[in-house]
Every structure is written in structure tokens, then in C-alpha cells.
């Protein structure tokens, strides 16, 4: 072989050799990508994940006054580079009620008040230059409540079951407004103790039960007129303690479902006001209603609707010269403006708790 042969076919085998050398160099470069560059690389990919999920498993959405939702606990999604948290805040009920009450008061006109309010303690909002009336009947559902709470406490004589006739005196004072009735529930309280202050004391149990406020029930008479019926009531306070009442913070499930029944029996000639409106859902409710200083005329509702696990407690009170016909009209329009302005999609849930619980 020629000198000149053999140094060509070297020249041609290094520059092979030097072509797979750089091949092999390139090949490692794409491979070796799952050495030192790991964490930037999980850190590019988790730059292009999707959004984190709640717990069950859907997208996080925002929330709107419409369909108030109770809080939920953080949801938390963890991958090898970072953890994103994603809070959901359920937004306060007071807008809505706030609009109810005040379209309520409005509808009413002058010498009018509304409040409106969740069910067991929470928010309670009102509207209107009426804030504050007599009782009237509307305090005939706590001296029921007081007797039913003082007979579960063993503290009437005949056992701890309301009897046939404490029953048959609540049905007739909270569907027919009946006063001896209500005077018959008041003298068991009386009797048991000691008199009209002990039983004024007992009925403000029940009241402050329902409400979480120290709610002072009037012990004087005027003209042929109940005591209980002359307390001072401020509306927020009474939708207070009808709420209350209606979340079973005042009593037992089963006594609370009968006098939420009683109030749902109103009988016909009383269902002016709150007992108007279609509302779509249960509704009971007590009124009261009478004379004022001045030849003035003066009638108050506390309701409780519900539906599912949704309701609000209400309360509309009008005042005007003349009797009960210059003041039911105001009432009823007030309570249709509140099935106006509060539909029950817009309804907080029921809470778990009671005042002071």
C-alpha cells in the first residue's frame, strides 16, 4: 500500500470517529434533561397546571348575592413543586335583608317599621321610623312558650306533658287571638310563681332564650288590657326571639313544632299582612293590635318562613288614626313588597347554634 493511501483512509476514519463523537455528545444533552435542571424544569410545569379544586372536585366559582352559601373550610391541592390554596367566603346575608326591610317600610309609608332577619342568632337588620310597639297579642306566643318551658321543667303540677287543656288554650290563643285564652296560660305561670311579677320573670326566660337579649315584660296594668300584652317590644328584638323560637332555642323540637303549627293556623279574618302574599314556602305568624294614646291605632306581625334549609324571620308594624282598618292595608303592602324583594333563593341557611351557644 502507498504512504499516501494509508494516511487518507486514517484521515477518513478519525473524521468518522469525530462525527459519532459529536453525535453522542447532542444525544446526551436531550437525555441528560433529569439531572441538576429537575426543579426548574417541575417548576415550568407547574406554571401550566389548571386551577386548584375544591373538595368536590369541581372549579372554585365566584359567589353572588343571590344564593348565599355558609362558609367552607380551605381546599388545599398539593403537587412536588408548590401547594396553591383556594378559600371560598360566603358573603353576609345583611344586603339582601336590608333591601327586604327597607322596600317593606317604604311600601308601608309614613308611621311605618319592618325587620327582617335570620332564624337563631345571626343578622337582624330593620327600616322604617315605627321601631318600637307594644306587644299586643304578638306576646301571646311566649307566654306559651313559657309554659310549655316551665311543664318540661317539671315546674307545673301535672307532670312534665303539656295536658288537653294547656293545649286546647294555646290553639285557641294563637289561631283565634283569644285573650281568655292567653289569660288562662298566663294564671298557670301565676299560680306556679307567685303572682304576676314570678310569671312576668318566666315569660322573659323564654324570651331571652330566643333572642340572647334581657327583654323586660311589663307588669303594669292599663284599662282592661293584658300586662304581657303592654310590653315595650322593639321590632329587631322580636324578630330576635321569633327567630329563635324557630331555630328550637327556646323549645324542644317536638313543643316547637306545635306552636310553629298553631302559628301557621291563623284563622281567616286575621290573615291580612304577612298572610297575604304567595310566598312560596311555610309561613306562620302572631299579630298584635290596638289602641294608642291619641286616638292613634297601632298593629304589629312576627312571622317565620321557611323552606328547606333556608328562612328568615320578619316583622312589619304600622300605625295610623282611625282603628284596625286604617292600619291592615299598610301591613299588606308592606308584606307583599317583602315577597318582592326577598325571594326565597335569596333566604339565608338555618344556622347550628343558639344565642350565647
Not at 396553591?84 to 309609608?109: F, I, K, N, V
Not at 301557621?264 to 290573615?271: F, L, N
Request: charged share 20%; proline share 6%; net charge positive.
Amino acid at each position: 500500500m502507498r504512504l499516501s493511501d494509508a494516511r487518507g483512509r486514517r484521515g477518513l476514519i478519525g473524521g468518522i470517529a469525530l462525527l459519532v463523537l459529536l453525535v453522542a455528545i447532542g444525544v446526551g444533552a436531550l437525555v441528560g434533561g433529569s439531572g441538576d435542571d429537575a426543579p426548574a424544569a417541575a417548576a415550568r410545569t407547574t406554571a401550566t397546571m389548571p386551577p386548584a379544586v375544591t373538595p368536590a372536585g369541581e372549579p372554585p366559582t365566584a359567589h353572588d348575592d343571590s344564593e348565599p352559601t355558609e362558609p367552607e373550610a380551605p381546599a388545599t391541592v398539593r403537587t412536588a413543586a408548590t401547594t396553591t390554596t383556594t378559600t371560598t367566603t360566603a358573603r353576609s346575608p345583611r344586603p339582601a335583608l336590608q333591601r327586604a326591610a327597607t322596600a317593606a317600610a317604604r311600601a308601608g309609608g309614613a308611621g311605618t317599621g319592618a325587620a327582617v332577619g335570620t332564624i337563631g342568632p345571626g343578622t337582624v337588620v330593620r327600616a322604617g321610623t315605627l321601631q318600637v310597639t307594644h306587644a299586643w297579642s304578638s306576646s301571646k306566643v311566649p307566654v306559651l312558650s313559657a309554659v310549655l318551658r316551665a311543664r318540661r321543667a317539671g315546674e307545673l303540677r301535672g307532670g312534665r306533658t303539656p295536658t288537653a287543656s294547656e293545649r286546647s288554650l294555646a290553639t285557641r290563643a294563637l289561631t283565634a287571638s283569644d285573650n281568655e285564652a292567653a289569660l288562662g296560660l298566663f294564671a298557670e305561670l301565676e299560680q306556679a310563681f307567685g303572682g304576676v311579677d314570678g310569671a312576668s320573670s318566666k315569660v322573659e326566660e323564654a324570651l331571652t332564650a330566643g333572642s340572647g337579649r334581657a327583654i323586660a315584660v311589663n307588669r303594669q296594668r292599663r284599662g282592661s288590657f293584658t300586662t304581657f300584652g303592654q310590653t315595650q317590644l322593639r321590632l329587631t328584638d322580636g324578630v330576635r326571639f321569633y327567630g329563635g323560637l324557630a331555630g328550637s332555642c327556646v323549645l324542644g323540637s317536638e313543643d316547637t313544632r306545635f306552636v310553629l303549627g298553631l302559628m301557621r293556623r291563623v284563622e281567616g279574618g286575621q290573615r291580612w299582612g304577612l298572610g297575604t302574599p304567595a310566598w312560596g314556602a311555610t309561613i306562620g305568624f302572631k299579630g298584635g293590635w290596638g289602641p294608642e294614646a291619641g286616638g292613634r291605632y297601632v298593629a304589629v306581625q312576627y312571622g317565620v318562613l321557611r323552606r328547606g334549609s333556608r328562612g328568615v324571620a320578619v316583622a312589619i308594624a304600622a300605625d295610623a288614626r282611625g282603628g284596625l282598618e286604617a292600619v291592615t292595608p299598610k301591613l299588606t303592602a308592606m308584606a307583599r313588597a317583602l315577597q318582592r324583594s326577598l325571594p326565597v333563593s335569596r333566604w339565608p341557611a338555618l344556622p347550628k347554634t343558639c344565642p350565647g351557644g
